[in-house]
């Protein structure tokens, strides 16, 4: 096998693809040491840069769209949801008075009772239905439901001049 310019170049490319795939391990780079591979394998075929080029842009762009969606879906099925995952968004009550700067107050939601913390910084009394919009660490940070702007509907009446 005789090596020259070309042959280096993509050996090279396929190298530190396959060593930035091995330091990530997230599935960033691998399509593109597929795409340096096609090209390499162009190349000692003896085809033109530019079609080595091409190649390699098209086998890249084929692996990623075609084989990411698959390969996360594959590597992502044991995953499951937490407790944490569930109560965004949801409906809770406070159960003593949320206040950031003394540090205190609890909310209860989904039949737990959480530490919590005011997502604006405003004290929040007992009894206020909140919302779950943020977990940090073991507290849950709430917004009064009231505070949020509902959708804005059809069948509102319209203002007049």
Do not use: H
């Amino acid at each position: 096998m005789v090596f020259n310019a070309g042959t280096v170049v993509w050996l090279g490319v396929l190298v530190v693809m396959l060593v930035a795939e091995g330091i990530t391990a997230g599935l960033v780079s691998i399509w593109f040491a597929a795409g340096a591979l096609a090209a390499l394998i162009v190349q000692m075929l003896g085809g033109w840069a530019w079609l080595q080029i091409l190649v390699f842009l098209l086998v890249s762009l084929a692996a990623l769209l075609l084989l990411r969606p698959m390969a996360r879906k594959m590597l992502q099925k044991d995953r499951q949801a937490t407790n944490a995952d569930r109560v965004y968004e949801m409906l809770g009550v406070a159960e003593t008075d949320i206040d950031n700067i003394e540090g205190s107050g609890t909310v209860k939601l989904d039949g737990k009772v959480w530490t919590a913390r005011s997502f604006t910084g405003a004290p929040i009394p007992a009894g206020t239905l909140v919302r779950a919009k943020m977990i940090e660490g073991v507290k849950l940070i709430v917004c009064p439901a009231e505070d949020e702007v509902p959708p804005p509907s059809e069948s509102a009446p319209e203002e007049k001049n």
